[in-house]
């Protein structure tokens, strides 16, 4: 069963190539894309996504925020930022985990399949991941 993914993104293009990107990569499954908190929530609600992907900012919005939106109606998602300025001991709630901006799609890619399998030797996956894990 491929892995549900939501990106939420104000950049339309990049969040474009992204989800067409991931559309091609075998195990993921895009459910849609937001530019907008109120429409990542919106499909969060509809489609109860595996992982959503915010970006720092969204429209305007803090990335965080967007998240504790998403959080409100998709309790069991994995939210991971996706931020140029990563401090991944500084992962604060509700926030899982954090992916670097500049890394590589390949490295997103690997990211996100250790979430699934929740390996938390990757060091973007987050304090969340371990208590899911039973750590």
Same mark, same amino acid.
């Given at each position: 069963?491929?892995?549900?993914?939501?990106?939420?993104?104000?950049? +339309?293009?990049?969040?474009?190539?992204?989800?067409?990107?991931?559309?091609?990569?075998?195990? /993921?499954?895009? $459910?849609? $894309?937001?530019?907008?908190?109120?429409?990542?929530?919106?499909?969060?609600?509809?489609?109860?996504?595996?992982?959503?992907?915010?970006? +720092?900012?969204?429209?305007?919005?803090?990335?965080?925020?967007?998240?504790?939106?998403?959080?409100?109606?998709?309790?069991?998602?994995?939210?991971?930022?996706?931020?140029?300025?990563?401090?991944?001991?500084?992962?604060?709630?509700?926030?899982?985990?954090?992916?670097?901006?500049?890394?590589? /799609?390949?490295?997103?890619?690997?990211?996100?399949?250790?979430?699934?399998? $929740?390996?938390?030797?990757?060091?973007?996956?987050?304090?969340?991941?371990?208590?899911?894990?039973?750590?």
């Amino acid at each position: 069963m491929p892995q549900t993914v939501l990106l939420a993104d104000g950049n +339309e293009r990049l969040a474009d190539v992204m989800a067409q990107l991931l559309a091609d990569e075998p195990g /993921f499954r895009v $459910i849609g $894309i937001a530019h907008t908190c109120d429409r990542a929530v919106e499909l969060a609600t509809q489609h109860s996504p595996d992982v959503v992907l915010v970006s +720092e900012e969204v429209a305007g919005e803090p990335g965080l925020e967007v998240c504790a939106a998403v959080r409100g109606v998709a309790r069991d998602a994995t939210l991971l930022m996706w931020s140029h300025d990563v401090d991944r001991d500084q992962v604060v709630q509700p926030v899982d985990g954090v992916l670097e901006r500049g890394s590589s /799609f390949r490295e997103l890619v690997r990211s996100l399949r250790r979430v699934r399998r $929740i390996d938390v030797t990757d060091a973007a996956v987050s304090r969340r991941a371990h208590t899911r894990a039973g750590s």
